[in-house]
């Protein structure tokens, strides 16, 4: 089984690197034998993930890559150094996600959206993945030897949000929700993914969706307890309790799984 989940000798690149969830992803691919690319909107954000996990791993097996998923031509230079570098992509991991920039605006009710913010939300998560996987998986199917797509949704893409939890919460001091772009948009993910699964099948490019439940990062005591009253485990997740499920996706350990949405929620979809 180590050899299956070894990843040595594979090149990965993740979006949104430098997120609260993508610094874990980053680490926990590199620590497997990964060569991978952190990508992100800003150079020091990348580079200090880098810096972090060079600790554990060779420094030489990491890129940190300044990028803008939402431009072509800022993604095409983003291919070019992983190339120059590495030589191929093997996996791809989808985790960039945009809340916009003002948490206000984006925590607005649906009644007074701003149909600017809804554009920009969309333009990253959905817009900025097609043009990611368009580019990699390209390269993929030009390379000949398959690969593995990830795409980061949310259990809110899956069920919708209970209202009645958002009472009383907060996040970094913000009264929050869940809008119905970062819904909608996320459903859309697994859309878009489960298209692709098939669509590249022929090519053994395997496409799968990595769903997470809520993760601790930030939230008030309100939200927490709100939140996992509703949740059978009982709790709120933690950012590493997405690792195996990223880990089996990524590697070899996954060879016949494909179009498929694996959700780590605590059991929260079970209800």
Request: overall charge negative; proline content about 2%.
């Amino acid at each position: 089984m180590d050899k299956l989940f070894s990843l040595e000798g594979k090149t990965a690149v993740i979006t949104g690197g430098s997120g609260i969830l993508g610094r874990g992803f980053c680490k926990v691919l590199a620590e497997y034998g990964a060569n991978v690319a952190i990508v992100d909107l800003k150079q020091s954000d990348v580079d200090r993930v880098a810096s972090d996990i060079s600790g554990s791993v060779q420094e030489n097996k990491l890129l940190p890559i300044q990028c803008d998923i939402t431009d072509p031509k800022s993604l095409k230079k983003m291919l070019a150094q992983i190339i120059e570098k590495f030589g191929k992509i093997n996996i791809l991991h989808n985790n960039a996600g945009s809340k916009s920039e003002n948490h206000r605006d984006f925590f607005e009710k649906f009644e007074d959206y701003d149909y600017k913010v809804w554009q920009d939300i969309m333009r990253v998560n959905i817009d900025g993945m097609f043009l990611t996987t368009q580019l990699v998986g390209k390269h993929m199917v030009d390379h000949g030897q398959g690969g593995s797509i990830i795409n980061t949704a949310s259990i809110y893409g899956v069920v919708a949000p209970d209202q009645s939890i958002y009472k009383g919460s907060e996040y970094l001091g913000v009264e929050i929700n869940t809008p119905a772009v970062y819904s909608t948009s996320k459903a859309a993910v697994i859309g878009f993914s489960k298209y692709l699964a098939t669509y590249w099948a022929h090519d053994n490019i395997r496409v799968n969706i990595l769903t997470p439940g809520g993760i601790e990062s930030g939230q008030n005591e309100t939200f927490k307890k709100n939140y996992s009253s509703r949740v059978p485990l009982g709790r709120m997740g933690m950012a590493n309790e997405l690792h195996g499920a990223l880990l089996f996706l990524a590697s070899d350990a996954a060879s016949y799984v494909t179009g498929q949405n694996i959700i780590v929620d605590g059991g929260l979809t079970c209800w």
